[in-house]
């Protein structure tokens, strides 16, 4: 299947975030978490130097990351059979997903984010395999990832299997989307220590990464909380979704493209709905100066 397939299923399940009756197929629902939720081309597609997705590139990776835990280059995900994961299966690429493991047996890196990827349920980790296999193979050898220390032998236990909340749960579900789903929480919640994340203040924000384009500039995570003086307490749930699709704060400023806001504008109605009732059930955090 090549560009005008995917273009038409992509458009199919745009169709899907206004309300259609008509049930989505794992590729349909694959290209939606993709391109929206989930974001997988705000890391595995190149970007310019304004930290916009470079067109006509989609997932063929190369989009480089400088942090604490070294110099990472993102893959290409692409079915390239040389230079993507063109070779791999359905089910080799839900490994690499949830588990961290490469066809090989290697482990993957960060900022994969696997401690939330783990918990993708079974049906979307599926889908979003099947949609991947779909997209235009690109041609793009990317250069390896070099880490500041060895990686480990594993994420923990390979995952058997996972079912996603009910979507009539809307904080449940809301809070699958912030973490497995969208990995909100991996980047504002603070480290506990050097790689390991503090989940007694989950969305307290505070951690420092690199700006788009940069390997010097930095930007800080936004407490995401509804504390009202240091996260969004008082912010509508309007605002909220404006921040989240358009990157906009509720005084007009602009947030650095490192939010996926580009993919994140093409996010369900009810799917915001459920984060927005994730985020104002969290608990209120003080965020560490």
Not at 140 to 164: D, F, I, M, R
Not at 172 to 187: E, Q, V
Request: proline share 10%; with cysteine; net charge negative.
């Amino acid at each position: 299947m090549r560009r005008g397939s995917v273009v038409a299923i992509l458009g199919v399940a745009m169709l899907g975030f206004v309300g259609s009756a008509v049930a989505e197929t794992p590729v349909e629902r694959g290209a939606y978490l993709v391109h929206s939720m989930s974001a997988c081309g705000n890391c595995h597609t190149p970007k310019d130097a304004t930290g916009a997705p470079i067109p006509g590139k989609e997932l063929s990776g190369g989009f480089e990351f400088h942090e604490g835990f070294g110099h990472a280059i993102a893959p290409n995900i692409t079915p390239d059979p040389e230079t993507g994961i063109g070779k791999w299966t359905e089910a080799q690429i839900i490994t690499a997903l949830r588990d961290g493991k490469r066809p090989d047996g290697r482990t993957l890196g960060p900022p994969m984010p696997f401690f939330f990827y783990r918990g993708i349920a079974d049906s979307d980790a599926a889908a979003i395999a099947a949609y991947i296999r779909t997209v235009e193979p690109i041609h793009n050898a990317v250069g390896p990832s070099e880490y500041k220390a060895p990686l480990p032998a594993s994420y923990g236990p390979p995952v058997e299997h996972v079912t996603a909340p009910p979507k009539t749960d809307k904080v449940a579900y809301g809070a699958y989307l912030a973490g497995p789903i969208a990995h909100c929480l991996d980047c504002h919640t603070p480290f506990a220590s050097p790689g390991k994340l503090d989940l007694d203040r989950l969305g307290a924000g505070g951690r420092e990464l690199h700006a788009p384009g940069s390997d010097t500039a930095h930007v800080i995570s936004r407490n995401i909380t509804p504390d009202p003086e240091d996260g969004i307490g008082k912010w509508t749930d309007a605002d909220i979704k404006r921040a989240i699709t358009q990157g906009i704060r509720p005084d007009g400023t602009k947030l650095v493209p490192m939010m996926a806001f580009a993919w994140y504008k093409n996010i369900a109605p009810d799917d915001l709905d459920a984060l927005v009732a994730y985020l104002r059930s969290m608990k209120p955090q003080k965020t560490s100066h």
